[in-house]
């Protein structure tokens, strides 16, 4: 089902679904110890802080506000108030784990592309959430996995070759798990593809 944030963002619960379920698979193989959470006020550092126990946490969000609220319910980790297109991807530590949570599609695309390169060079994994419409294949920079439902994309991505067979191993179990327990049309699962 799609839905919208306070934001105005629009949602697929499914691709929340989907996206915990594969980081929680992820976790169990301890191949998440370090995480960042830029935009979309937190939503999955909020989500995940519980079932990523001993995970070191760090995040941005633009909004002075609602980073006060979410340092109301941060359980670990740094918060910070910046733009993520003025924070550079060197000024964070090594990281298991980067979330874009609806933020590259208010860039332009070679600016967008740019910081998911940026993260993909320094990070195992990177998490992208936005509308597919702007993730097309043609601007993939790394193989991943992907669930695209109505306007929204939820897409893994990885340069490193033993993390990209792991994403093909959990793509081989989640969505089906997710198409039995709601069933919908609708949702289209990508295969690892090509970089």
Known sequence: ??????????????GTLYAV??????????AIARAFDAGAEGRYRALLADRLKGTEWFGIEIWASALAELRLVSRNGRLSCTDLRVMAAADLPPLDLVILDHLLDRMEETEARALVLAHLARSALVLVL???????????PARGVSLVHGSVGVHFLSGDEERQAHLARLQGIIPPLIQRTLPD???????????
């Open 130 to 140: 936005m509308p597919s419409a702007r993730m097309g294949e043609r601007w993939l």
């Open 21 to 30: 379920l594969m980081l929680d698979k992820l976790h169990e193989a301890r």
């Open 185 to 195: 049309d609708s949702l289209r699962w990508t295969a690892p593809s090509p970089a």
């Open 1 to 14: 089902m799609l839905s919208t944030l306070a934001s105005g963002r629009i949602v697929s619960e499914e």
